[in-house]
C-alpha cells in the first residue's frame, strides 16, 4: 500500500531558513519532516511517494541509498501542478486505496483507525478532520452522520460552514485520483472535494494535536511535540530543565538547556542558555541566552537572541 506525500510548496513562511533547507528536509527533534513522516507509516504501508517540486536536488540527495524503514519514490514536477495535479502525477505508483498527507502537517492521528472506518463505511475519500476556533484559514466541512456534505476551502470570515477543518490527511480510493485531470495545476481542495462531498465522501475527527509547522512559531510547537518521549535525560556539560532533545554529537560547555529545547548534530556551546529555542546543526554558540528562537544550519552566534529566525541567509525576528 502507497501513502503519497505532498512536499511542493517553498516554504515562504520559513524564510530564510528555506533558503537553504528546503521545508521537508529541516529537522523536527533532530529528524527531517519528511522522514518522519515516512516513519510513523503504519506497517500496511510499503512505499511512501513524495510529490516534490522545489528542493527535489536535495530531497535526492537526501534519501539515496538512505534507509528510512519504507520503500521511497520521487515524483518530480515541472511545474506546481497544486495539490490535486501532484496527487495524479504520481498515479502510476498507486496500486489501491492510497494515503496522502500534506507534508507540513504533524498530528497525533491514529492512521490505522482512520484506514480501518475507511474500509468499513466504504467511503469513496476519507479526510481526518480536526475542531478549531478559526477556521477560515483552512478547508472547512459540513459533517453529518460520518459524511462530509460539503466542503468550501479557506471560506470567507463569517461564511464557513463549521469549527470542522480538513486536517490534510486522507485516504482515497483510486476513482477519486482519475477524477483529477492529468498535467494540469488543480487544486483538490477547491476542484475535487466539493464534487465528491455528499457522494462518498466521509470525515474522521480526531482529538489530540494538529500543527501545521509552516511558520517559526508552529515550527518551534512542532519540534517540542516531536520530543514525545525521546528527550534527552542527561548530557556532559548541560544542566536539563524540563523537556529538550540534545543530539549525541553536540559538546556543551557550562549550559542550562531547556525547558523546551532541540540542539543538533555538532553543535557547540559555551556559557549559553537556551529555552524554547531549536539550534540547528553545526551551530557554534557563546555566552548568550536564546529564548523562543531558531538558530542554523552553520551560524556563529555571541549575543542574546529573543523570538529571531537566524540562518545563514538572513535573520528574521517574528
Ligand atoms: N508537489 C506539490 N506540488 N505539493 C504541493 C503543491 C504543488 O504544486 N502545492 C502545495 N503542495 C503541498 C504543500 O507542500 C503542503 O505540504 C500541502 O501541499 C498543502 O499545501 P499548503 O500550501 O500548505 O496548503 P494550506 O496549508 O494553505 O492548506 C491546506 O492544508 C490545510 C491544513 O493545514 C489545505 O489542504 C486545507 O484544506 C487544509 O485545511
Ligand atoms: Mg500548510
Not at 515524483?75 to 498527507?101: K, S
Not at 460552514?161 to 495545476?185: D, R
Request: charged share 25%; aromatic share 6%.
Amino acid at each position: 500500500m502507497e501513502a503519497i506525500i505532498l512536499v511542493g510548496g517553498f516554504g515562504t513562511r520559513l524564510r530564510p531558513l528555506t533558503h537553504t533547507v528546503p521545508k521537508p528536509l529541516l529537522p523536527l527533534a533532530n529528524i527531517p519532516m519528511v522522514e518522519r513522516m515516512i516513519r510513523n507509516l503504519p506497517e500496511v504501508f510499503d512505499t511512501a511517494i513524495l510529490a516534490v517540486n522545489y528542493g527535489l536536488k536535495d530531497m535526492k540527495e537526501y534519501f539515496k541509498g538512505r534507509d528510512v524503514g519504507k520503500k521511497v519514490v520521487l515524483v518530480p514536477e515541472d511545474e506546481p501542478l497544486g495539490t490535486g495535479g501532484a496527487m495524479r502525477n504520481c498515479i502510476d505508483y498507486v496500486t489501491g486505496t492510497t494515503a496522502v498527507f500534506n507534508g507540513d502537517i504533524v498530528s497525533s492521528i491514529d492512521l490505522n483507525k482512520m484506514l480501518e472506518q475507511h474500509i468499513r463505511t466504504k467511503a469513496k475519500g476519507t479526510l481526518a478532520l480536526w475542531k478549531v476556533a478559526d477556521p477560515n484559514r483552512f478547508g472547512v466541512v459540513e459533517f453529518k452522520n460520518g459524511e462530509i456534505l460539503q466542503f468550501q476551502e479557506k471560506p470567507e470570515k463569517g461564511t464557513e460552514l463549521s469549527n470542522l477543518i480538513n486536517a490534510g490527511t486522507y485516504l482515497l480510493e483510486p476513482e477519486i485520483l482519475e477524477m483529477i485531470p492529468p498535467k494540469q495545476k488543480i487544486s483538490i481542495e477547491r476542484e475535487i472535494y466539493p464534487k465528491v462531498a455528499g457522494e462518498g465522501l466521509h470525515g474522521f475527527p480526531f482529538e489530540g494535536y494538529f500543527i501545521d509547522a509552516g511558520t517559526p512559531e508552529s515550527y518551534l510547537e512542532a519540534n517540542f511535540k516531536s520530543i514525545g518521549n525521546n528527550g534527552t535525560a542527561a548530557h556532559t556539560g548541560a544542566n536539563i530543565r524540563g523537556s529538550v532533545m540534545i543530539h549525541e554529537n553536540a559538546k556543551l560547555e557550562h549550559c542550562i538547556i531547556g525547558p523546551k529545547a532541540i540542539i543538533g548534530p555538532n553543535v557547540k556551546l559555551e556559557k549559553c542558555i537556551i529555552r524554547n529555542s531549536v539550534i540547528l546543526s553545526d551551530v557554534n554558540g557563546y555566552g548568550s541566552v536564546v529564548e523562543e528562537s531558531i538558530i542554523g544550519p552553520n551560524i556563529k552566534f555571541e549575543e542574546d537572541v529573543n523570538r529571531s529566525l537566524i540562518s545563514p541567509k538572513g535573520q528574521i525576528t517574528f
